[in-house]
């Protein structure tokens, strides 16, 4: 039945009627639409809609969205669609307004899916015409009762007063019982306006609610459930709603009132949903007033509200004097505050306490001072000089030391347990605070290393401390974990490479609490404040720094200076204040031609240095470890070449190459050193960089030297392999040694080289020979290098005999204890390079006497890169060192660039000559005339400038070639300390002069398999020889009949206790 009849009129209504006007400005309200054809009836239909929508055929109630392309799609917003007899669709939303219009067809029914113009709609529930009609499915509160007699009526009807419910504490009682609801029945709109006003006001007397007009079913079991957020929602439970003095009260099971809203006049039907109390509810079927429960507790009462409450209703607030919470609860009593651990226990390591200046510098908000102490999970794993090493660096970046600035430079050397220092440092900083503040004195720990480290340091962590201490993350490939590091409070520790630094710092710089301790693992990559490196560190903020290193100081006092300055900024000044002070007056007063004054200024300043630097570098050798490692043996073998390696520099060292190269450019002069050195390793890598280099088209040098070197490969072997040992003295040499450890000794070895080249070949002799190996270089995966160190560390001979490294990939801060024999193939002009990869054996863990090996081929260039290398390190003993070095001279002349360009083949051994020691090893040359070392010794005749070649006197030319050998003499002082052993000298019982039993097998027994046969091609290569062309070579005459490989002398220092015995005890 239609909620209206149409009205009768006859004529159209003046704009003028006021009770037409106020009822149009009531916005609310459904229009009336009135024709003047008193046939035509029009329903009551929402604002906006056309009067076509009459002829409607179905109406559904839809819900629609702009067409979506994600994943689990949404819905936009409910709306009603209207289909006509002829297929035309009229979209509506909940206000009536028409949003779009468009054709369906075929059937409609239930979840049909559709499209129309450009939105996709759903049929929910198809609803009757007459509901739609009446306007109740349009919008909230907007219903069939809105369409009544009295929305046509301009005058109001009297307002009945509210009547909230009152809930009190008296007993139980029943629900009242079921209203009595009118049915609706269709209004007779035939009438004058004026008469349906009339009755209206008539029938205003009779107080009727809203709920008696409409709601026929006031009473509903509903479904419950709190707010969720999961894709399928579940319902926590049933109860009861009820309409009730215009409020919905909801019901549970047990008679409790759980929540009530106002009820806004909406249908109350099957499915319709609201919340109450702060919980979803779905009405689910109407109920009878009986089927409610009792309600306990609570009673429902009416009143009227007749104006304002009265003042003796209101309460009020007591008037007493305001009491603040600490004098109401009293005094907190502050705990004193304690050391984390105990400092009066019999093993703690208790931190230097800050001094009254300092606790006024740094503590500004004065908080209590307390003891720092070392954890005891890790001091009691503490050495004595490891605990004062800890102490160190602990005053040196709590600012505790003389100098200003807040780093240090931990210098020992390698071995002696640096890493562990900087843990116990960093946990102590991590967890305590001199000054007794609400947080650690450091939150937030960085440590960068090189990137074959990383892993081994966060190892290392877990092994002192632990998983569940603390947290050490490793950044690896993405930036996710520097920004998990950044907002975790988890992680504490971040380890990191040099090169992946770069990429990460303006993250790092951001993060929050801010970074406050760094540590340079290696720090001696920090050669200069411009480069790459030492830039990145510049972003930081951070004041504490601190730099771990076994050889800071590797050419230069440029070097130390930048490492000082990354410690503490300014410290040392800008470098050119630096230089200008400090190194080059150092420089000069070392150089062979210092006048006193020089000598006298660069000592001062190196005193002067010395103090300066005592106090925030600590530096202290391996000798403090002898009572706690087994011994270890060192030995610079010299080695005799092949007779192709001396053929083959005879080509390349020609005089008149010679001084065609010396006046060539400094490049070419570095291509023909690099030459040099692949000859003395192996004469098969000569051929493998011609090769690389006509494939990259690249130029060897100059025109003379590519002859030369075309020369030199002619004389190579049409069948010679990489495999081939004999080629080349050092190979032959190490394949023997090789053989008698794998036949003899369940030893294990580490073969290290500073050229990947020089392992391929050492790599293939193993192959060849079967042995079991690993090989740790720069092409090895980051992942896979500490599984390589570990398996070779705990397997057998049988499962890992070699361990070949690169001295540039592994050669820092890995622990290679599994094995006890370490060979230097090669050496490096950077000393630092061989003592980083020397110590990769002997340290905390080592179970076996070490023996470390220098292999150098006599005569050759490998000795005059071991001369250079003892200079430098000279030069670093005499600023950090533990003492005075014996060296006083670390320059390079021309002079000393011709004699690296020099093969002395008729020697033992070229550096032994330079020293002239009187030793029982005895000189292979006539003896000269030695100077005697005088500081105050100056050679007047090196200075003499241009004389012409008539003009020379051999008197003079003498002197200076004495001055030159004593310079020489001077930089290898140091030598002195180790014993100096004459191989080809030495009886067959050479028991008392060698201490290694493997080298003593070899000297006594220099037989070689296969010696014959290279004996007689030997001979081949140097019936090829221009022996008028091998004065630079100096008389090859005397050793033709030495095999290569031969060992002609050898240096040798080691510990001096039972080695043997020590050995046994190891064993057991």
């Given at each position: 039945?239609?909620?209206?009849?149409?009205?009768?009129?006859?004529?159209?209504?003046?704009?003028t009627?006021?009770?037409?006007?106020?009822?149009?400005?009531?916005?609310?309200?459904?229009?009336?639409?009135?024709?003047?054809?008193?046939?035509?009836r029009?329903?009551?239909?929402?604002?906006?809609?056309?009067?076509?929508?009459?002829a409607?055929?179905q109406?559904?109630?839809?819900?629609?969205?702009?067409?979506?392309?994600?994943?689990?799609?949404?819905?936009?917003?409910?709306?009603?669609?209207?289909?006509?007899?002829?297929?035309?669709?009229?979209?509506?939303?909940?206000?009536?307004?028409?949003?779009?219009?468009?054709?369906?067809?075929?059937?409609?029914?239930e979840?049909k899916?559709?499209?129309?113009?450009?939105?996709?709609?759903?049929?929910?529930?198809?609803?009757?015409?007459?509901?739609?009609?009446?306007?109740?499915?349009?919008?909230?509160?907007?219903s069939?009762?809105?369409f009544s007699?009295?929305?046509?009526?301009?005058?109001?009807?009297?307002v009945k007063?509210?009547?909230?419910?009152?809930l009190?504490?008296?007993k139980?009682?029943?629900l009242?019982?079921?209203?009595?609801?009118k049915?609706?029945?269709?209004?007779?709109?035939?009438?004058?306006?004026?008469?349906v006003?009339m009755?209206?006001?008539?029938?205003?007397?009779?107080s009727?609610?809203?709920?008696?007009v409409?709601n026929?079913?006031p009473?509903?079991?509903?479904?419950?459930r709190?707010p969720?957020?999961?894709?399928?929602?579940?319902?926590?439970?049933?109860?009861?709603i009820s309409l009730?003095n215009?409020k919905l009260?909801?019901i549970?099971?047990?008679?409790?009132?759980?929540?009530?809203?106002?009820?806004?006049?909406?249908?109350?039907?099957?499915?319709h949903?609201?919340f109450?109390?702060?919980?979803?509810v779905?009405l689910?079927?109407?109920?009878?007033?009986?089927?409610?429960?009792?309600?306990h507790?609570?009673?429902?009462?009416t009143h009227?509200?007749?104006?304002?409450?009265?003042?003796?209703?209101?309460?009020?607030a007591?008037?007493?004097k305001?009491?603040?919470?600490?004098?109401f609860?009293?005094p907190?009593?502050?705990?004193?505050?304690?050391p984390?651990?105990?400092?009066?226990?019999?093993?703690?390591?208790?931190?230097?306490?800050p001094?009254q200046?300092?606790?006024?510098?740094?503590?500004?908000?004065?908080?209590?001072?307390v003891?720092?102490?070392?954890?005891?999970?890790?001091?009691r794993?503490?050495?004595?000089?490891?605990?004062?090493?800890?102490?160190f660096?602990?005053e040196?970046?709590?600012?505790?030391?003389?100098?200003?600035?807040?780093?240090?430079?931990?210098?020992?050397e390698m071995?002696?347990?640096?890493?562990?220092?900087?843990?116990?440092?960093?946990?102590t900083?991590?967890?305590?605070n001199?000054?007794a503040?609400?947080?650690?004195?450091v939150?937030?720990v960085?440590?960068v290393?090189?990137v074959?480290?990383?892993?081994?340091?966060?190892?290392?962590f877990?092994?002192w401390?632990?998983r569940?201490?603390?947290?050490v993350m490793?950044?690896?490939?993405?930036?996710?974990?520097?920004d998990?590091?950044?907002?975790?409070k988890v992680?504490q520790?971040?380890?990191?490479?040099y090169?992946?630094?770069?990429?990460?710092?303006?993250?790092?710089?951001?993060?929050?609490?801010?970074?406050?301790?760094?540590?340079?693992?290696?720090?001696h990559?920090?050669?200069?404040?411009n480069?790459?490196?030492?830039?990145?560190?510049?972003?930081?903020?951070?004041?504490?720094?601190?730099i771990?290193?076994?050889?800071?100081?590797?050419?230069d006092?440029g070097?130390?200076h930048?490492m000082?300055?990354f410690?503490?900024?300014?410290?040392l000044?800008?470098?050119?204040?630096?230089?200008?002070?400090?190194?080059?007056?150092?420089?000069?007063?070392?150089a062979?031609?210092?006048?006193?004054?020089?000598?006298?200024?660069?000592?001062?300043?190196?005193?002067?240095?010395?103090?300066v630097?005592k106090?925030?570098?600590?530096?202290?050798d391996?000798?403090?470890?002898?009572?706690?490692l087994?011994?270890?043996?060192?030995?610079?073998?010299?080695?005799?070449p092949?007779?192709?390696?001396l053929?083959?520099?005879?080509?390349?060292?020609?005089?008149?190459?010679?001084?065609?190269?010396?006046?060539?450019s400094?490049?070419?002069?570095?291509?023909?050193?690099n030459?040099?050195?692949?000859?003395?390793?192996?004469?098969?890598?000569?051929?493998a960089?011609?090769?690389?280099?006509?494939?990259?088209?690249?130029?060897l040098?100059?025109?003379?030297?590519k002859t030369?070197?075309?020369?030199?490969?002619?004389?190579?072997?049409?069948?010679?392999h990489?495999?081939?040992l004999?080629?080349?003295g050092k190979?032959?040499?190490?394949?023997n040694?090789l053989?008698i450890?794998?036949?003899?000794t369940?030893?294990?070895c580490?073969?290290?080289?500073?050229y990947?080249?020089t392992?391929?070949?050492?790599?293939a002799?193993?192959?060849?020979?079967?042995?079991?190996?690993y090989?740790?270089?720069?092409?090895?995966?980051?992942?896979?290098?500490?599984?390589?160190?570990?398996?070779?560390?705990?397997?057998?001979?049988?499962?890992?005999?070699?361990?070949?490294?690169?001295?540039?990939a592994?050669?820092?801060?890995?622990?290679?204890?599994?094995?006890?024999?370490?060979?230097?193939?090669?050496?490096d002009?950077?000393p630092s390079?061989?003592?980083?990869?020397m110590a990769?054996?002997?340290r905390?863990g080592q179970?076996?006497?070490?023996?470390i090996y220098?292999?150098?081929t006599?005569g050759?260039?490998?000795e005059?890169?071991?001369?250079r290398?003892?200079?430098?390190l000279?030069?670093?003993?005499?600023?950090?060192?533990?003492?005075?070095?014996?060296?006083?001279s670390?320059?390079?002349?021309?002079?000393?660039?011709?004699?690296i360009?020099r093969?002395?083949?008729?020697?033992?051994c070229?550096?032994?000559?330079?020293l002239?020691?009187?030793?029982?090893?005895?000189?292979s040359?006539e003896?000269?005339n030695?100077i005697?070392?005088?500081?105050?010794?100056?050679?007047?005749?090196?200075?003499?400038g241009?004389v012409?070649?008539?003009?020379?006197?051999v008197?003079?030319?003498?002197?200076?070639?004495?001055?030159?050998?004593?310079?020489?003499?001077?930089?290898?002082?140091?030598?002195?300390?180790?014993?100096?052993?004459?191989?080809l000298k030495?009886?067959?019982?050479?028991?008392?002069?060698?201490?290694?039993?493997?080298?003593?097998r070899?000297?006594?027994?220099?037989?070689?398999?296969?010696?014959?046969?290279?004996?007689?091609?030997r001979?081949?290569?140097?019936?090829?020889?221009?022996?008028e062309?091998?004065?630079?070579?100096?008389s090859?005459?005397?050793?033709?009949?030495?095999?290569?490989?031969?060992?002609?002398?050898?240096?040798?220092?080691y510990?001096?206790?039972n080695?043997?015995e020590?050995?046994n005890?190891?064993?057991?």
């Open positions: 039945m239609p909620a209206f009849q149409q009205p009768y009129m006859s004529g159209k209504r003046k704009a009627d006021s009770s037409f006007s106020e009822n149009q400005s009531h916005e609310s309200r459904k229009r009336i639409l009135l024709t003047t054809n008193p046939n035509v029009e329903e009551a239909l929402p604002n906006n809609m056309p009067v076509q929508a009459a409607c055929d109406v559904w109630m839809v819900q629609w969205r702009h067409p979506q392309y994600k994943k689990h799609k949404t819905w936009d917003g409910d709306a009603i669609l209207v289909v006509s007899n002829e297929a035309e669709a009229i979209l509506y939303d909940t206000e009536g307004k028409i949003m779009t219009k468009s054709k369906v067809t075929g059937p409609l029914y979840g899916a559709l499209s129309i113009a450009s939105k996709e709609i759903e049929l929910e529930r198809m609803v009757s015409r007459d509901l739609f009609l009446s306007g109740a499915c349009f919008g909230n509160g907007i069939s009762s809105s007699e009295s929305s046509i009526c301009s005058n109001k009807k009297p007063k509210f009547t909230p419910p009152s009190t504490n008296i139980s009682f029943p009242a019982a079921q209203s009595q609801h049915p609706l029945h269709p209004t007779n709109l035939d009438i004058r306006d004026s008469d006003c009755n209206n006001e008539q029938e205003s007397d009779s009727v609610t809203s709920s008696e409409t026929q079913f009473n509903w079991i509903a479904n419950w709190k969720q957020d999961k894709k399928n929602k579940t319902w926590d439970g049933d109860a009861y009730m215009n009260v909801m549970s099971e047990d008679g409790k009132v759980m929540g009530s809203i106002p009820w806004k006049g909406q249908n109350l039907q099957n499915g949903n609201f109450i109390g702060g919980k979803e779905e689910d079927v109407a109920v009878s007033s009986d089927q409610l429960p009792t309600v507790r609570l009673e429902l009462k009227e509200i007749d104006g304002p409450p009265s003042e003796d209703s209101i309460p009020k007591v008037k007493k305001f009491v603040s919470p600490g004098e609860y009293g907190v009593n502050q705990k004193a505050k304690k984390l651990h105990d400092p009066t226990a019999s093993d703690s390591l208790i931190m230097k306490a001094t200046e300092q606790v006024k510098r740094y503590n500004k908000k004065n908080f209590p001072i003891d720092v102490v070392v954890d005891p999970i890790i001091s794993k503490l050495r004595p000089h490891q605990k004062e090493g800890v102490k660096m602990y040196c970046v709590m600012g505790l030391r003389k100098h200003e600035g807040q780093g240090c430079i931990l210098a020992d071995g002696l347990g640096k890493t562990l220092q900087t843990i116990a440092l960093v946990w900083l991590l967890r305590q001199p000054y503040a609400p947080v650690a004195a939150q937030k960085l440590i290393c090189p074959s480290l990383v892993n081994n340091w966060k190892n290392e877990h092994k401390l632990g569940d201490r603390i947290g490793t950044c690896d490939k993405n930036h996710v974990d520097v998990l590091f950044g907002r975790s992680y520790v971040l380890v990191v490479g090169e992946r630094l770069r990429t990460v710092v303006d993250k790092l710089t951001n993060i929050y609490p801010p970074i406050g301790l760094i540590i340079c693992d290696e720090g990559r920090l050669k200069s404040a480069n790459k490196t030492s830039t990145v560190f510049k972003s930081f903020d951070t004041k504490r720094r601190v771990l290193s076994g050889t800071p100081i590797q050419n006092l070097e130390f930048a000082a300055d410690c503490n900024p300014g410290l000044d800008e470098y050119n204040i630096f230089r200008k002070v400090y190194e080059t007056p150092i420089l000069k007063s070392r062979p031609h210092a006048t006193k004054m020089e000598i006298q200024i660069g000592e001062a300043r190196t005193e002067q240095l010395l103090s630097a106090s925030f570098v600590l530096r202290r391996a000798t403090l470890l002898k009572s706690e087994p011994p270890k043996s060192e030995y610079v073998v010299f080695i005799t092949t007779a192709l390696q053929a083959m520099y005879q080509k390349i060292l020609h005089p008149q190459k010679i001084d065609h190269l010396m006046q060539a400094v490049a070419d002069s570095l291509a023909l050193i030459i040099l050195i692949k000859i003395s390793n192996s004469p098969i890598l000569l051929k960089t011609v090769d690389s280099s006509r494939s990259k088209s690249d130029d040098g100059p025109s003379i030297q030369a070197v075309a020369e030199a490969l002619s004389l190579l072997p049409e069948k010679a990489i495999a081939d004999s080629l080349g190979l032959v040499f190490l394949a040694i053989k450890l794998h036949q003899n369940t030893e294990k580490v073969l290290v080289s500073h990947t080249s392992l391929n070949i050492l790599e002799y193993c192959k060849k020979m079967s042995y079991s190996y090989r740790l270089d720069g092409q090895t995966p980051q992942n896979k290098r500490q599984e390589y160190v570990n398996a070779f560390n705990t397997g057998n001979q049988r499962n890992s005999f070699v361990f070949l490294l690169s001295s540039k592994g050669g820092v801060g890995i622990n290679l204890i599994g094995g006890s024999r370490l060979f230097i193939f090669d050496s002009w950077n390079h061989d003592l980083q990869a990769r054996c002997h905390d179970k076996k006497p070490v023996y220098r292999m150098l006599t050759t260039i490998d005059k890169i071991y001369q290398q003892v200079t430098k000279a030069l670093s003993e005499s600023l950090i060192g533990t003492g005075a070095s014996s060296s006083k670390d320059s390079f002349t021309r002079k000393d660039l011709r004699d360009f093969v002395h083949t008729g020697t033992d070229n550096t032994h000559d330079l002239e020691c009187n030793c029982n090893a005895g000189n040359f003896e000269h030695t005697p070392v005088d500081a105050d010794y100056e050679v007047t005749a090196v200075n003499t241009f012409a070649a008539s003009n020379v006197c008197e003079e030319f003498d002197a200076v070639e004495k001055a030159y050998l004593q310079k020489k003499k001077a930089g290898l002082a140091s030598l002195g300390e180790w014993n100096h052993i004459n191989c030495l009886s067959k019982n050479a028991d008392g002069y060698v201490h290694d039993e493997i080298l003593r070899m000297i006594t027994q220099p037989g070689v398999p296969g010696a014959s046969e290279r004996q007689k091609e001979t081949n290569i140097l019936k090829q020889v221009d022996i062309n091998l004065r630079t070579l100096d090859i005459e005397s050793r033709k009949t030495l095999p290569g490989g031969t060992i002609s002398f050898l240096f040798e220092k510990s001096k206790i080695l043997y020590d050995a005890v190891a064993e057991d």
